[in-house]
């Protein structure tokens, strides 16, 4: 075997399929870096020059296939030649694993994305595992690219461009037996037979995976162009152009040269070439290692627990519990009245019907769920959830109860969002054993969870928690035990200032568009009609003692006139059939001051907060607010869009609001640890 080939394994079996086991040292994920790629074109030449009866590619890894292209490498392209180099690279190496005239097979266990999916698509068939774990996709419109080693052309030509392209689209991943539904795989087998059906698959050759008939119609120049514009305009309702370009470059390349292989190609790699050196990329790959980085704050071998018990059955604690029985805990659920636990389970199979598509597991998360009003599943538990409504005393009570009964070794868990732990420790005999973990609502949509540590918080609950939230496969941030933590800190003085504006007489709609065409990915007061006025002034009255922040009189008026929002069906907006009705000939003012009021009065919080070490320093906090709010991911977090934009130029922009709209714009002293770039 060829020396320089360490990340492949080879092996002939007496049936004479060559496998190709890729197996990349050094990491737990396989990616197609340059390395790989280059190895992968040495064995394919192995291969031309002797012919086995197939080839099957699989992995040598747990976790799954392959997680797609080493995104470190787009990091070091500073121009269009180098990213070409790079990706006729890969597209070379898959072109000729097409050409290859003996069968070839992607056997798929785990995740399969992006230059993986690219890789299995080149292949004449593809076998995927029957387990939810086993997902494919193309993602890279997450990165700001899209498909560039042939897998826009090769996706488009085999499967109906509706799925093809909204899955480039959306970069959602697919289950497999969605995955096979569409053609993006051929076969779906359980562990015990996915060997022998990729042999088998290989030897039978049956017809490979082809356009169908209503694709082929799709695909027609004239339709192509009127599908095209009708994909962009939904495009459009979620990712404005200026932002994320990937999406409409995705269209205009099939749209322009469907039907010439060589052409799209060639386009296919220029397409990414040109997106690759943006700022968006960079920004969004920024957020991709952000994401990264969360990860690795903990472990999970330091803490496998097996029982959680969550104490309070609303839409926050209900939640919690159905996450964690849907990612294979034993949970058991406790609340006052058997009505509130039916609430909470109910809304548990709505997400499990959206979430679990393999009816068996579906029905064992289920079984994992477990109502238990009277609290016997405190004793049990590994970790112990308290997730009641807002008060310090009802929180102290609770805690009298369990602590006693809870196992020495157990997580004692608050999911407050405002209440500082050293108030609620207070309770505790062992106030070292309480640590926040502090869940954002929709617990199922939102990937950050908060782990509070205050002062008296041992070094053992900390760490267990963390290790604990990649369990239930969220991202771990530690803050510090303060007033609003880090996410409802920061985001609260932008809501505050957007019901400011409200009450100067701005129109609702021109707020809400001003923030939506920075790139949040809702407008503050519809975000506050969402969340519930009432929430938000309790939120704000709790923060404006600590901080000095200024609660406008609008928010009271609404919550005496009992006008709450959504929930309601009025507040700002009156909602009809759940969405707000908006007024499209609505004044839209000096979006830019709008726009900058909004902004300035977040990026300020953040500054603030990085002063005080809520978090340890400025790539955490980026994190938090970007997978705490959804803020612009392609603007890389609150204090890298301060240091591009020029921090200077920022706070000399604030002085002026402040002078002339109040004291809260004054730039804080957190602005001098912050370098623009």
């Not at 899955?167 to 076969?187: C, E, H, P, T, Y």
């Not at 042999?199 to 695909?219: D, H, N, W």
Request: with cysteine.
């Amino acid at each position: 075997m060829n020396e320089s080939i360490v990340d492949w394994i080879t092996e002939t079996d007496d049936q004479g399929v060559l496998w190709l086991t890729l197996d990349q040292q050094g990491t737990d994920t396989n990616v197609l870096s340059s390395s790989v790629l280059d190895q992968l074109n040495l064995l394919v030449d192995g291969i031309v020059k002797d012919i086995p009866k197939a080839v099957v590619i699989c992995s040598g890894k747990t976790s799954g296939f392959i997680a797609g292209a080493d995104v470190k490498e787009f990091l070091a392209v500073t121009n269009k030649q180098e990213a070409m180099i790079m990706i006729k690279r890969g597209q070379n190496v898959f072109s000729r694993i097409e050409s290859l005239p003996c069968p070839t097979v992607a056997m798929i266990e785990g995740f399969c994305m992006g230059g993986g999916t690219e890789l299995a698509l080149a292949c004449d068939y593809r076998v995927g595992l029957d387990s939810s774990s086993t997902k494919i996709g193309l993602p890279e419109v997450k990165l700001g690219i899209h498909p560039a080693f042939g897998g826009l052309v090769r996706s488009t030509s085999k499967i109906n461009p509706m799925h093809s392209l909204e899955i480039m689209l959306s970069g959602r991943a697919l289950a497999m037996k969605q995955a096979k539904a569409m053609g993006f795989v051929d076969l779906v087998q359980p562990k015990r037979q996915i060997r022998r059906a990729a042999q088998q698959i290989a030897f039978s050759k049956p017809e490979r995976q082809s356009l169908p008939m209503l694709g082929k119609l799709l695909s027609l120049p004239g339709v192509r162009n009127l599908l095209s514009a009708y994909m962009k305009k939904q495009v459009a309702k979620k990712a404005a152009k200026q932002h994320y370009p990937a999406p409409y470059a995705i269209l205009d390349v099939w749209c322009q040269y469907y039907g010439n292989k060589k052409r799209i190609m060639e386009e296919e790699a220029n397409s990414v070439a040109r997106l690759i050196q943006g700022d968006t990329v960079r920004n969004l790959i920024r957020v991709f290692f952000l994401q990264t980085q969360l990860k690795g704050l903990g472990d999970k071998k330091y803490f496998a627990p097996k029982h959680v018990h969550v104490i309070g059955a609303g839409v926050m604690g209900g939640d919690i519990a159905a996450w964690c029985a849907l990612r294979g805990f034993t949970v058991t659920l406790q609340d006052r009245e058997p009505k509130f636990l039916s609430k909470a389970m109910a809304r548990a199979h709505k997400l499990y019907a959206r979430r679990i598509k393999v009816l068996h597991e579906r029905n064992a998360a289920l079984d994992r769920l477990i109502p238990d009003c009277k609290g016997y599943g405190v004793e049990k538990a590994d970790v112990v959830i308290e997730a009641i409504y807002e008060n310090s005393e009802a929180k102290h009570e609770i805690y009298r109860d369990i602590e006693p009964r809870m196992k020495p070794d157990a997580v004692l868990a608050t999911n407050t969002s405002s209440i500082p732990l050293e108030e609620l420790a207070k309770a505790l005999q062992e106030p070292e054993r309480l640590v926040g973990i502090h869940f954002f609502n929709p617990v199922a949509m939102m990937p950050l969870v908060e782990i509070v540590k205050a002062k008296q918080s041992s070094r053992q609950m900390i760490d267990r928690a963390v290790a604990f939230t990649l369990h239930i496969g969220k991202l771990p941030l530690p803050v510090k035990s303060s007033p609003g933590f880090l996410v409802n800190r920061i985001l609260m003085p932008y809501l505050v200032e957007a019901v400011f504006l409200h009450d100067e007489g701005i129109a609702p709609e021109a707020i809400d568009k001003a923030a939506v065409d920075f790139g949040m990915p809702m407008g503050p007061v519809e975000l506050a009609d969402t969340v519930g006025i009432d929430i938000c002034h309790s939120v704000a009255k709790n923060l404006s003692a600590a901080y000095d922040i200024s609660v406008p009189a609008g928010l009271e008026k609404y919550v005496d006139a009992k006008k709450l929002g959504k929930k309601t069906g009025s507040g700002f907006y009156q909602y009809k059939n759940g969405k707000a009705v908006k007024n499209r000939d609505a004044d839209l003012g000096d979006q830019k001051m709008i726009q900058n009021r909004l902004i300035f009065r977040l990026l300020n919080e953040a500054a603030a907060c990085l002063d005080e070490k809520i978090v340890d320093e400025v790539d955490l906090l980026d994190a938090g607010i970007i997978f705490g709010t959804g803020f612009a991911p392609f603007r890389g977090g609150p204090l890298n869009y301060s240091q591009q934009k020029g921090s200077e130029t920022i706070t000399g922009t604030m002085q002026e609001y402040g002078s002339q709209f109040g004291e809260r714009f004054n730039p804080v002293k957190g602005w001098r640890l912050l370098k623009s770039e």
